[in-house]
């Protein structure tokens, strides 16, 4: 279950901070790193650092962008050493852990990402997560180094999946399985919907591109909140394509 969780860390400078963050995962039953165009990787500091825990950085997924990070996710969940870099919905360290671990047993994929050393993460990429987690730290020296950031929320997933061990039988895990009717739309296919909910924004007028007033990150907040799952995204993208053809003037059939 804990194969589930992915730990993506986003341009990270210091190869140093790769090699910590991956013994910190280790150390906490963690194993499925993905990288976001490293600065410097595979590196001898990010070995040395790693102490032990080569498996993780051998078996560590490079890739081109956060988006290719986040395929197959159904949940991401990013940080940020600031309390509120922008309005969303905030969790602490202790209930991302609880919300990891529980939609994990329940068989989702789900993404904890990770900042550059000296910028954190973009807003773009912030609102690409469906929560942000702060670790409540000293607000006048907030921002912990990355792998420490690491160690603190891969303590707390291990804390939640020991706590669910003890509770009886998976019963969390079918609770959350049984309130929807099948499997959660993966990121990529929420992107695909964006883009496609998006444009449709724009062919009926709602949407002036010129002046987008925050409505995009606002529909994703929303879509996020949902929970969608996968009929749930084929119902909706139907519902986008037909509307396109009305607005583009075409007959419509009534159905049923
Ligand atoms: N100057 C940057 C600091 C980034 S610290 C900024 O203001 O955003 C590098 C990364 O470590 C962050 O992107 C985040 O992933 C993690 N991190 C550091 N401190 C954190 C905290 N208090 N809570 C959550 N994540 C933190």
Same mark, same amino acid.
């Given at each position: ?109 789900? !993404?904890?990402?990770?900042?550059? /050393?000296? @910028?954190? +993460?973009?807003?773009? #990429? =912030?609102?690409?997560? %469906? ?45 959350? !399985?049984?309130?929807?009717?099948? /499997?959660? @739309?993966? +990121?990529?296919?929420? #992107? =695909?919907?964006?883009? %496609? ?60």
């Amino acid at each position: 279950m804990l194969q589930n969780i992915r730990v993506v860390l986003v341009n990270t400078s210091h190869p140093g901070n790769i090699g910590g963050a991956a013994r910190a995962m280790k150390n906490m039953g963690l194993s499925r790193l993905v990288l976001v165009q490293p600065l410097d990787f595979p590196a001898a500091d990010a070995s040395a650092r790693a102490s032990g825990a080569d498996d993780v950085l051998s078996n560590a997924i490079v890739v081109d962008s956060l988006e290719q990070a986040l395929v197959g996710c159904s949940m991401a969940i990013g940080t940020s050493a600031r309390e509120r870099s922008i309005p969303w919905p905030l969790l602490d360290p202790r209930e991302c852990a609880s919300k990891t671990v529980e939609r994990a047993a329940a068989g989702d994929e789900i !993404a904890l990402v990770f900042g550059r /050393e000296h @910028a954190g +993460l973009t807003n773009d #990429e =912030l609102q690409r997560c %469906h929560f942000h987690v702060h670790i409540p730290s000293n607000p006048d020296f907030s921002s912990l180094n990355l792998a420490a950031a690491v160690q603190v929320l891969s303590y707390e997933v291990r804390m939640a999946w020991l706590a669910a061990q003890g509770e009886a039988g998976g019963e969390q895990k079918q609770d959350v !399985a049984a309130s929807r009717n099948g /499997e959660l @739309a993966t +990121l990529d296919e929420m #992107e =695909l919907f964006y883009d %496609h909910l998006e444009k449709t924004l724009v062919d009926i007028g709602f949407l002036d591109p010129e002046k987008p007033r925050h409505l995009m990150p606002r529909l994703r907040r929303l879509y996020g909140r949902s929970e969608v799952d996968r009929t749930e995204m084929s119902i909706l993208r139907g519902i986008l394509t037909e509307t396109q053809k009305v607005a583009r003037g075409e007959p419509y059939k009534r159905k049923g």
